[in-house]
């Protein structure tokens, strides 16, 4: 679905001098690059607080954190995605409850959200799943008016629009990991969070610092004689690295280039593949400019077949996040509330390539793949 090596060669020195200045140095705590990563994420995303961390997970956990979510307390995701969008959540001691998706799509059903709304609820988490954004405005408002937070998780989505807004300025905090098969990926694991509340980033700080008070922690890094061990929370090692931090502050430079990239491969999946039976384009939700991680079509019934051909012609394609979370043995415990949309939608839809480093041939050949596949059928 992607070539991370071919995009990294592309950058070259741009990503390699750095580096080699980051091991130069012989720092290995957060310091000139987190601090400057923290410093350009906050201008583009423009949320006035940026917490570098050492994961996605890390990211969630500590948001939930800071907005005191524990046990008893409850969470609205959807369930189509990656068990660590939703895993942080259980680690706070909060349950999940599923909300169904907008049919057609994989982003969350505000109906739906209100319509099985549960007292308990303390954060709406909005995935904005494979680059296609979910419409947050229709969701702040139920949220809030029911004391609720709304939590944005843009991984796979850094670039994308969503009423005339970026995704993750939307909501009351941004998460967003960025290891390294996400479109703003490091070498390794890392992760973001923004918000532009001082007291919910000083609690996240803290917390993915071992749970060290800020002013404490600066101290004990800066080697000051006689600096105190003094803790706010029983936090997590989640803190950042100076090399992953290197890594994306240059590859931040080019995030909007690579959407823009990412929004035309995206129509010319769609202008070729409009028209073919049996294939039917996914969207995002309201108005909104995706920045696709990945094409996503519905194929139907097939799907299964058409993956298995697609693979014998050399495409990546992948079914997604599949099955759901919602039918997984670790969630057996929570209410199988009925799904259709979110069902109908996982058995249905491949993903097929898309990314800045992949030339137009490929793309073409990608789409031309895709219709002699369903042709045979």
Known sequence: LG???????LMGPELRDPLIAVIGRGGCTPDVEVQGLEREFAEWIGLDNVIASGSGSASLEAALHSLEIGHGDVVAPTSIRDISAVGPV???GATPMWVDVEPGTSAMSAEQLERTWDPATKAVLIVHAHG???DVGEIVPIAHERGAAVIEDITHAPGAWSGGQRVGSIGDVMVMSCSPTKPLGAVGNAG???TDSSDLAGAMREYLSYGFKNESL???????LGAEFDYATVGVNGMPDEIQAAVLRRKLTRLDEWADLRRKQLSVYEGSLRNVPGVRMVQGQ??????PRHLIANVGANRDAILGLLRDRGVGATAGYYPGLHSQDVYADLARAPLPAARDFEQSIVALPIG????SGEIEASVEA??????TL
């Open 286 to 291: 309201g108005r909104q400019r995706p920045a």
């Open 218 to 224: 600066k101290a004990v890094h800066a080697g000051v």
């Open 370 to 375: 895709l219709c002699r596949v369903v042709a």
């Open 132 to 134: 296609y954004p979910t």
């Open 192 to 194: 973001l969070a923004a």
């Open 90 to 92: 259980s680690h706070v």
């Open 356 to 359: 800045p480093e992949l030339t």
């Open 3 to 9: 070539d991370r090596r071919r995009l990294r060669a």
